[in-house]
């Protein structure tokens, strides 16, 4: 069977604030991913944050045309390029995998994938370089763009709506709950007094301001509004709610024997992903792969400095027979 895509609904070139320009996209972790996946030939595997394409395009590579490649997100702009990157290279026509891509939320793969039918599946979470490095998207504190940090477009709930519009106490609560901040109270009440706040510079500004950077290892400190920006980020785009899904619908959609690997960025999925995979080798569900969670290389950070905070975490899928014979792994 010639390999094609099937494209349902959307991490490379893309169009920025001012205009077409390209963006560079490293696959963090992407040499141990493929190997806790453990790929093989013939299989089904599911990219559940498909991105620009980085890590499904390895996958694919290694799937031959009995294969099949099936990969989520949330982002059409995402989904479009993927599908490029994923189009049949020359001279594989006849040993390309089936690809499925599907515009929409991981949370959502119990809906669109059959029970027991992956052998692995495969998240990258968070957002992507190319959501960070365009300024209308509204991620970066590092540049002037509008309030928006939807990974879905059509998503109703904005940054602007959660800057502008929650009261002082909500503001507070999702800031210190999402971003871990313990300034938050400080940090609402300076966002609150600086309203109408018009874009991400305003927004940062008004944090800097109310947060100075605080004491960290020599060279490790982090702009003052770095975690203001995620929590708004990860609560406008539901993050963790999807996560939460993801985790708990992946032991009906993986077979017995097949793999989920997770790469995480900061402590609240790490945490969540831990102890997830901890409870379920405890119910029998899943045998961890990992006993500490997988970091890069100095040589991956050096050329990848957003793979510094990645952290991953595998299991295999336990056989109905094999459970209560794996001990978790703290």
């Not at 963090?28 to 559940?48: Q, S």
């Not at 080798?281 to 050096?302: D, F, M, N």
């Not at 990848?304 to 990645?310: F, L, V």
Request: with cysteine; charged share 25%.
């Amino acid at each position: 069977m010639d390999g094609g895509i099937e494209s349902e609904g959307g991490r490379g070139a893309q169009s920025g604030a001012h205009g077409r320009r390209g963006f560079s996209h490293a696959p963090v972790l992407l040499k141990e991913a493929i190997d806790f996946l453990a790929v093989k030939r013939g299989g089904t595997y599911i990219d559940a944050t498909l991105g620009l394409g980085g890590h499904a395009s390895a996958i694919a590579s290694r799937l031959g045309s009995e294969g099949r490649l099936i990969g989520f997100d949330k982002d059409p702009r995402a989904l479009e390029m993927a599908s490029r990157r994923l189009a049949v290279p020359e001279g594989r026509e006849q040993d390309w995998p089936q690809i499925t891509l599907h515009n929409a939320s991981f949370a959502d793969i119990a809906q669109q994938v059959a029970g027991n039918s992956a052998d692995g599946v495969l998240a990258d979470l968070g957002v992507s370089s190319m959501q960070l490095e365009d300024a209308g998207r509204g991620f970066s504190f590092q540049a002037e763009g509008p309030l928006d940090m939807r990974m879905d477009p059509q998503s109703e709930l904005t940054a602007d709506q959660v800057v502008n519009q929650f009261d002082e106490s909500n503001l507070a609560d999702l800031i210190y709950e999402f971003g871990e901040e313990r300034r938050s109270r400080r940090i609402a009440r300076a966002i609150v007094r600086a309203r109408p706040i018009k874009s991400t510079a305003h927004l940062a500004q008004v944090v800097s301001a109310a947060a100075r950077p605080m004491k960290q290892p020599r060279g490790k400190g982090i702009h003052p509004a770095t975690l203001t920006f995620q929590a708004i980020r990860i609560y406008v785009n539901r993050e963790l709610e999807d996560l939460r899904a993801l985790l708990a619908c992946a032991p009906q959609v993986i077979k017995p024997g097949g793999r989920l690997v997770v790469i995480s960025f900061h402590s609240l999925e790490d945490r969540m992903v831990k102890d997830a995979l901890r409870d379920g080798a405890r119910a029998g569900v899943w045998a961890p792969l990992t006993r500490k969670p997988v970091i890069a290389s100095e040589e991956e950070i050096a050329e990848n400095p957003r793979s510094r905070s990645a952290k991953m975490r595998a299991a295999e899928r336990v056989e109905a027979r094999q459970q209560g014979s794996h001990r978790s792994y703290k």
